[in-house]
């Protein structure tokens, strides 16, 4: 049962078991979203092209020019796009979104491909992290020597401009626009203008290559001071003049956030009250009088625009989307109105996690991200398309509902809110086929019933993993990305060897030693493997396992190919832990030659065929 609000008055928990929503989260959550309107005539429709849709006597403007009449039936021919209705009788427009209602997916492809966190995938000429270069380097390795077909990476949005820097890609401050701090400074057109400044201050970079702990800060600061001395000699030079004159409303205003972060500070409730709407007079005062340092951040994000789109050339990047955003960042600013106060997201108690999860960032109230025609929605999925690549949606269940938490609440006194799963997965559909790229959905954790039928019906893939799947690979479904484990779980070497374990029992995590156990056993068994065999025999067990499976894409971590037994982030243990801040053992110069790296690349190239 759901209430005009979208709320969800019961669920079901992990174990099948009915669970009731208390009143007073109910009443909580209907005061953060506000009454929604009654009649909404306005509201986009949006719809698959041939969809049988009564519509009343309209003129629809076309996105790419002209006008059609149309009276009583939708035309079933409309090209794909967003387009205009006005009504004949009557006042006011509505937005008209056609979708092909089925992602990009290239007939017969099947390919494997790399999962990488691009800030531990370090060169020897890195400045301390993995950079765009360091990318391109990557996946043209991948791509030529080993025959992989794409590279999925960590969620590349960005964090504020300021110290400290964020480590979690997944608590961007926007998920528009991309973190300055993956640009490779040397390959900055104008960094030749100022080359004994940038040669000491790589000097200074490689020299945070000699440990795996990235320092962020001291990267951000060696990157920002040699980025500054470039933009002094050449103001972004007259391409970037022409790139700048054809963006619009948001470059502009992430980019004056940015200036004024820099100013007052990350967190823009803390802001003096003039500028804490972003059109507001005193924003628009701030803007002109900081143009040159408003101009600065966005040529940040023209840099690292060519960079990733170098990057991407013959090989499929494809990135992480993060459920949301910082509740203090750019976008937070930027779409205030929309977002619900006092609520965040996160995930109801489960057998992975008894006490259940908040993951502190804030929701879009369903209702008014309608009346704004979806277009933060459309922003989002837009900016995260590599050319020729694809996306992963981080929780994908969140198209359907999500879990909100009243502030002052735990994670068990939530309640699941629907949100219009038709119209977005419609404009994921429409957005996947304008980029050319393929789309996975990850699907993991608790997932209502139907939920994986609709994705497939629409081409999204499925995301499965050996850690999670009681069916042995080669029972998985074809319309899938098949893999071994995630940035959030074990990896082969510390699953197998128990490293993994004995880590979560020094952060006092009482880790479910037997679910670890039971998942062990099952790699041994299905993988063929003594209980006395190697880390990297392990690796190479379960990654022919992996190989069994008919999923169009399978996927190895880089860190299984080396072996690492640490993985990138355990959940809960910020502040004690180093999440996300852990390079992988060996540069890339060196991955290039590692022996496993070449084995589990050959058991999956031979699975798959070319990329």
Known sequence: MRDAWGIESRFQDAQGRDQRVGSRTVEFLRQAMGDPPGDTPSLPLVVRRGTPTAIEDCEIILEGGGVIAAAGELPPDLPLGYHTMTPRAGSGERRLIISPGRCHLPAGWRAWGWTAQLYAARSERSWGIGDFADLRRLAGWSAGR????????????????????????????SRRFRNPIYLNVEEVPGAELVREHIELLSSRGRQLNRTRLIDRDEVWRLKMEALQAIWDRTSGG????????????ALDEFATWSALAEKFGS???????????????AVARFRNEQLHRVKFHAWLQWLAGRQLDAAATGLAIIQDLAIGVDPYGADAWAWQDLFASGVSIGAPPDEFNSQGQNWSLPPFIPWKLAEAGYQPFIDTIRASFAPGGGLRLDHVMGLFRLWWIPEDAGPDEGAYVRYPD??????????????GAVVVGEDLGT??????????ERN???????????????????????AITTHDLPTVAGLWTGADLEEQSRLELKPRDGGTEAIRKRLAEQGKLDGDATPEQAVEGAYRLLAESPSVLLAATLDDALGVPERPNIPGTDGTRANWSMALPLLLEEIEEAPLAQEVAGILRAA????
Do not use: C
């Open 460 to 482: 999204m893939l499925s995301y499965r993993l050996l850690w999670f799947e009681e069916d042995p690979p080669s029972e998985w479904p074809g319309l899938a990305l098949g």
């Open 267 to 281: 967190r823009w409730p803390n802001w003096p009250e003039a500028y804490r709407r972003p059109g507001g007079p």
């Open 447 to 456: 997932v209502e019933k139907g939920v994986r039928e609709v994705l497939a």
């Open 422 to 435: 038709e119209e977005l997965l419609n404009i994921v559909a429409l957005e996947s086929h304008r980029a």
């Open 146 to 173: 080993l025959g992989a077909g794409f590279v999925l990476v960590n969620p590349l949005h960005t964090s504020a401009p300021v110290l400290p820097q964020q480590a979690s890609p997944y608590f961007p401050s």
């Open 238 to 249: 007259g391409e970037f003049d022409g790139w700048l004159a054809g963006q619009g409303r």
């Open 608 to 611: 798959t065929g070319p990329g």
